[in-house]
């Protein structure tokens, strides 16, 4: 059984989004592999904090080829649009849980790969944002 102060400090860190900012952190010290870690996060955090403050892009895991791959994976015969079940099961997949529920295209159940990646990047910038 929990004690108040693991209580207080599983509220603190749920409030603060402190588990996803260092899950983020970490992701992107796997993938980058930078020869000086303690300065690689110094810097995605200063990123982190200057995304917030302004709205500029912030450091990111997912770039356009990684979007266009994951798009290809949702559409192999090259359709050029996925069904909005697909868009959002992708997005959720990536992170996101603010998702556009009317995205372009929803009407007709056909998401082009520019809607996609549109939404993607927005979705993935909002998140990171969040975490300061």
Same mark, same amino acid.
């Given at each position: ?22 899950? @983020? %952190? ?7 592999? +930078? ?8 810097? $995605?955090? =200063? *990123? ?17 080829? @990684? %979007? ?7 559409? +192999? ?8 079940? $697909?868009? =959002? *099961? ?43």
């Amino acid at each position: 059984m929990a004690t108040q102060r693991e209580k207080d400090a599983a509220d603190y860190l749920h409030k603060h989004k402190i588990t996803e900012l260092l899950d @983020n %952190l970490t992701s992107m010290l796997f993938f980058h592999r +930078p020869e000086n870690p303690r300065e690689f996060l110094v810097e $995605q955090l =200063k *990123q982190l904090k200057l995304s917030q403050q302004s709205g500029v892009k912030g450091p990111n895991l997912f770039n356009n080829a @990684n %979007l266009n791959a994951i798009f290809g994976i949702l559409d +192999p015969i090259g359709q050029k649009y996925i069904t909005f079940a $697909q868009y =959002k *099961q992708a997005l959720t997949t990536l992170g996101i849980k603010d998702i556009n529920e009317c995205p372009e295209g929803v009407n007709e159940d056909r998401i082009s790969q520019e809607t996609f990646k549109t939404e993607a990047i927005q979705g993935l910038q909002r998140c990171s944002a969040t975490y300061i």
